[in-house]
């Protein structure tokens, strides 16, 4: 597949095609950024381990990562070096505005094949969204990217999942009643230590709070030892709070300033486990919102 990029989103896709090479052509049906404050995290826990699950560089600049189809209906991933066009892009279409990304094509950093998220959405005059075959005798030189099954639990299932409590704050806060069981924030269990009546068989037979501090307490080391880049990042929530968004091995926390938190861990398939504010939990929360990175103008 050449470089050549159709400026296209969605319904304004673009499949005008005069010279013959509609099939090397991609038409653009989404975009995302790549960078150290913003990513797709289904991709990773950090933004250097994002960019490694895509072989590139972490650079502090980042990446845009188009997401189309070529003539032949292939699904394709373009990430090019041209962060703030991907931004301007992002920007227009989440206002309903058309928007040209037709990126120079001495900006692509990569062509891969697959889409690393699923899209609902496909181009118009072109066969359906398939994965795209090799040349024969010939290899992409990279796995093929594919999303996550929903079916399944994991890692990238988990931040999936935190990710979308964050959109979705009212509406996740709102079905956690009063009477719900919150886990207080406090020191982790020690997990060689098991409470009386707990089954030491593994990670995945720990109680829920045991886990949750586990995952809190990691959080809390955050304060003393930075992680890399993205693992925690924060966002506009309201004039007066952020929205918090931390990962770290087999957790998720997702929480705003002002309110509880949520955790999700890959040893607990599908539960949301919200965290009383309590005494300890603002003071967390605080701190980590001051080493989170920030997304530009957020």
Same mark, same amino acid.
């Given at each position: 597949? /050449?470089?050549?990029?159709?400026?296209?989103?969605?319904?304004?896709?673009?499949?005008?095609?005069?010279?013959?090479?509609?099939?090397?052509?991609?038409?653009?049906?989404?975009?995302?950024?790549?960078? *150290?404050?913003?990513?797709?995290?289904?991709?990773?826990?950090?933004?250097?381990?994002?960019?490694?699950?895509?072989?590139?560089?972490?650079?502090?600049?980042?990446?845009?990562?188009?997401?189309?189809?070529?003539?032949?209906?292939?699904?394709?991933?373009? @990430?090019?070096?041209?962060?703030?066009?991907?931004?301007?892009?992002?920007?227009?279409?989440?206002?309903?505005?058309?928007?040209?990304?037709?990126?120079?094509?001495?900006?692509?950093?990569?062509?891969?094949?697959?889409?690393? +998220? @699923?899209?609902?959405?496909?181009?118009?005059?072109?066969?359906?969204?398939?994965?795209?075959?090799?040349?024969?005798?010939?290899?992409?030189?990279?796995? +093929?990217?594919?999303?996550?099954? *929903? #079916?399944?639990?994991?890692?990238?299932?988990?931040?999936?999942?935190?990710?979308?409590?964050?959109?979705?704050?009212?509406?996740?806060? #709102?079905?956690?009643?009063?009477?719900?069981?919150?886990?207080?924030?406090?020191?982790?269990?020690?997990?060689?230590?098991?409470?009386?009546?707990?089954?030491?068989?593994?990670?995945?037979?720990?109680?829920?709070?045991?886990?949750?501090?586990? @995952?809190?307490?990691?959080?809390?080391?955050?304060?003393? /030892?930075?992680?890399?880049?993205?693992?925690?990042?924060?966002?506009?929530?309201?004039?007066?709070?952020?929205?918090?968004?931390?990962?770290? *091995?087999?957790? /998720? +926390?997702?929480?705003?300033?002002?309110?509880?938190?949520?955790?999700?861990?890959?040893?607990?398939?599908?539960?949301?486990?919200?965290? #009383?504010?309590?005494?300890?939990?603002?003071?967390?929360?605080?701190?980590?919102?001051?080493? @989170?990175?920030?997304?530009?103008?957020?």
């Amino acid at each position: 597949m /050449s470089n050549a990029l159709g400026r296209t989103r969605e319904a304004a896709v673009d499949t005008t095609e005069t010279d013959g090479t509609a099939e090397d052509e991609l038409y653009v049906l989404t975009a995302v950024l790549l960078t *150290p404050a913003r990513f797709p995290a289904v991709l990773g826990d950090d933004y250097p381990e994002a960019c490694a699950a895509l072989a590139l560089e972490a650079y502090a600049e980042g990446y845009g990562l188009l997401l189309g189809q070529d003539g032949t209906g292939a699904r394709w991933t373009v @990430a090019i070096e041209d962060v703030t066009l991907t931004a301007c892009a992002i920007a227009a279409w989440d206002c309903g505005m058309s928007y040209d990304l037709s990126p120079d094509e001495n900006t692509v950093a990569a062509v891969l094949p697959g889409w690393p +998220l @699923a899209l609902s959405v496909r181009a118009p005059g072109v066969p359906a969204p398939h994965d795209p075959v090799p040349d024969p005798g010939h290899d992409f030189g990279c796995p +093929l990217l594919t999303a996550p099954d *929903p #079916e399944k639990w994991g890692p990238a299932q988990r931040r999936l999942g935190a990710d979308e409590i964050a959109l979705q704050w009212t509406q996740w806060r #709102e079905q956690v009643s009063a009477e719900a069981e919150f886990i207080q924030p406090g020191e982790a269990q020690d997990e060689d230590s098991p409470e009386e009546g707990e089954d030491a068989r593994g990670p995945e037979s720990r109680p829920a709070r045991v886990a949750v501090r586990h @995952a809190l307490g990691q959080a809390r080391a955050y304060l003393d /030892s930075p992680p890399p880049p993205g693992r925690v990042r924060s966002s506009f929530a309201s004039e007066d709070a952020r929205t918090l968004r931390a990962d770290g *091995p087999g957790w /998720s +926390l997702v929480a705003r300033t002002d309110d509880i938190a949520f955790v999700l861990l890959d040893e607990k398939p599908k539960e949301i486990l919200p965290v #009383e504010r309590g005494p300890e939990l603002p003071g967390l929360l605080t701190r980590l919102d001051a080493l @989170a990175l920030r997304p530009e103008h957020s």
